[in-house]
């Protein structure tokens, strides 16, 4: 059960009630119901998401980020849900379980897991090897930046959620 009361779109006004009309029409999702508490948080969530998603790195990057991180952060809220945001964008199932495990199966997507879970264990001290593999890996220095903000975005969520107890409203994923 959620520590914070999840908001009915419905019901919500001012700030909350435009962000749940306009960039999250049709996306009550418990985090972001929980999260509307704080129009502040909210604008941040959707800042990132949205300058992210403008970002060099596609959505099946974008989601092995979210994925290998939320399952490094055990967020089982952001595991369900970008398993299967991860699906929608072209992800296979057995890339999405790889993606948790850090090593998604492809070696572009292998690499930036490893960078990404580089980040994570190193708290952002990554080495200049972890950089070079990175890059060898074809990753440009726009990616590195990048990679960061996704790590954060990830991050941010999976600490809410831990934060919130949130329940999971995606479908359930195997334990890996």
């Not at 999702?29 to 929980?34: K, L, T, V």
């Not at 929608?88 to 070696?107: F, Y």
């Not at 990753?139 to 990048?146: N, R, T």
């Amino acid at each position: 059960m959620s520590r914070l009361s999840p908001i009915d779109p419905a019901a919500a006004t001012g700030r909350v009630k435009e962000i749940f009309e306009g960039p999250l029409k049709g996306k009550a999702f418990n985090i972001f119901r929980s999260m509307a508490h704080s129009p502040a948080a909210l604008d941040a969530y959707l800042g990132l998401a949205g300058a992210l998603a403008k970002s060099n790195l596609n959505g099946k990057e974008q989601e092995t980020i979210q994925l290998a991180v939320g399952e490094a952060n055990n967020c089982g809220y952001c595991v369900a849900a970008h398993s299967a945001i991860g699906k929608s964008v072209g992800l296979a199932d057995a890339q999405i379980i790889g993606a948790r495990r850090g090593t998604p199966g492809d070696a572009r997507l292998d690499a930036l897991a490893r960078f990404a879970l580089a980040l994570h264990e190193k708290r952002g001290h990554v080495s200049d090897t972890d950089v070079s593999a990175f890059k060898n890996a074809g990753y440009s220095d726009a990616h590195i930046p990048e990679v960061v903000a996704a790590y954060a975005l990830a991050t941010y969520t999976n600490y809410f959620n831990h934060v919130n107890q949130t329940p999971v409203d995606f479908p359930a994923v195997p334990a890996v």
